[in-house]
């Protein structure tokens, strides 16, 4: 079984910055793409950076020059350094990977538990 496991989020001003992470753990063969989403209310979820295992990257135009995804492979960890924050941002942020569990032959998708982030004054 795979969980990710986010920390990080809270209430930070507008123009302030706030880094998330997530640990994934489990019997975790293959980590393939790692990235975050979020979700406001009244909003369907939607992308916000993803990260694939050599280090690609791909920005939702929301995120590009204000958020920063990195990943750290060797424990199976992903970031989001999220600077130039504003009201807009608020949301509750999700952990996403794609992981091939030990036992499998084949990828799923996970998600963690969310992780709130509100910007307000």
């Known amino acids: 079984q795979v969980q990710l496991v986010e920390s990080g989020g809270g209430l930070v001003q507008p123009g302030g910055s706030l880094s998330l992470s997530c640990v994934a753990s489990g019997s975790i063969g293959s980590i393939y793409v790692m990235g975050w989403y979020r979700q406001a209310p009244g909003r369907q979820r939607e992308l916000v950076a993803t990260i694939t295992s050599g280090g690609s990257t791909n920005y939702a135009d929301s995120a590009k020059g204000r958020f920063t995804i990195s990943r750290d492979n060797a424990n199976n960890t992903v970031y989001l350094q999220m600077n130039s924050l504003n009201p807009d941002d608020t949301a509750v942020y999700y952990c996403?990977?794609?992981?091939?569990?030990?036992?499998?032959?084949?990828?799923?998708?996970?998600w963690g538990q969310g992780t709130q982030v509100t910007v307000s004054s």
């Open positions: 996403y990977s794609r992981i091939r569990e030990s036992s499998r032959a084949i990828a799923m998708d996970y």
